[in-house]
């Protein structure tokens, strides 16, 4: 099999037979071998139905469908993605047909013809969204990348195609809480970059709200730096040294100038600062003593109720 296309699905019941007719056109000049790998990562509607209707209708097709047990998260079922691939390379792209399969085979060509590369990641050229969120996203990968011990390339997507060696890199690192723009920078490799366009989504809404991007940003930067542990560090060394400072202070407007310091807002004001620099610190303690814990279970990173697999 020359290339495995992992298409990790959530509520896209109206996009899944589409995002085939459109793949299937797109390649049909393509010259090689190709399989679908859909990942119904625990939808609520007809996604797994409609799936089950394309494996059994489509038998001119190489086709597998793999069905969580329930919602695991789109990094959980990037990973089943590769895990039950069997191409050559592997595209990873979305359903909602946002992401141009003709941009997979862009890539395809790049990785055939440049050799010194072993993956091709697709950027957006402009972003079609708010100018908060924008901001949002510019701001996290600054932060990021000067935390992080990695490096990642501002605007880039999931949406890349890499050969079997990245994907084989990807599969060993079995750590619960994922984040796939941090592990491909982390695992190497030579990649390029690429601008696409983004395509307005066929059908359904965006799956990422603020809270929940916020919550993958604060995700990605405990899951590759411990800077924030030895910010705490920091944060409570300058509480230490502004409180030796006050107190010096205090001293001397007392001993030579005779002013009457006032104690019961003083008091009630240090107790609240250091108070919230304690539990500010032991929260990004906290962050990582919870992924410590999550894994430490090696529980599996997802659970397959389904899997449809041709033998090929």
């Known amino acids: 099999m020359k290339l495995s296309l992992v298409v990790p699905c959530y509520n896209e019941q109206d996009n899944v037979e589409l995002f085939y007719e459109e ?41 597998t469908v793999v069905s969580f047990s329930r919602n695991f998260g789109k990094e959980s079922a990037i990973y089943a993605g590769i895990k039950n691939s069997t191409g050559d390379y592997i595209s990873l792209i979305d359903a909602d047909l ?33 100018s908060v ?26 949406f890349r195609t890499f050969t079997r060696g990245v994907a084989d890199a990807i599969l ?34 965006t799956k990422w709200s603020f809270t929940k991007l916020v919550k993958y940003a604060l995700e990605g930067i405990t899951a590759f730096s411990t800077k924030p542990l030895k910010l705490a560090t920091y944060v409570g060394m300058l509480a230490s040294l502004a409180a030796i400072v006050y107190l010096i202070v205090v001293i001397v407007q007392r001993m030579f100038f005779n002013v009457a310091v006032s104690g019961y807002a003083t008091i009630v ?33 997802y659970i397959a109720k389904e899997i449809l697999k041709r033998d090929k």
């Open 23 to 63: 793949t299937v056109k797109a390649f049909n000049n393509a010259g090689f071998d190709y399989e679908f790998v859909f990942v119904n990562d625990g939808s609520r509607d007809k996604t797994l139905e409609k799936l089950r209707k394309l494996y059994n209708e489509k038998t001119e097709s190489n086709i």
């Open 98 to 130: 946002q992401q141009r399969p003709e941009v997979v085979l862009e890539m395809m060509g790049i990785l055939e013809n440049e050799y010194e590369y072993d993956c091709v990641a697709a950027y957006q050229a402009s972003r079609k969204e708010g």
């Open 133 to 158: 969120m924008t901001g949002f996203k510019s701001g996290f990968y600054k932060v990021i990348n000067k935390l992080s011990e990695v490096e990642l390339h501002a605007d880039a997507s999931d």
């Open 172 to 205: 060993e690192m079995g750590e619960y809480h994922r984040f796939s723009k941090g592990i491909f920078s982390w695992i190497g490799f030579n990649t390029k970059f690429i601008p696409y366009e983004v395509q307005e989504r066929n059908a359904g809404e």
């Open 269 to 301: 004001g240090l107790i609240l600062l250091l108070g919230g620099i304690q539990l500010f610190c032991i929260g990004i303690i906290g962050s990582y003593l919870a992924k410590t814990y999550i894994q430490s279970k090696n529980r599996p990173i």
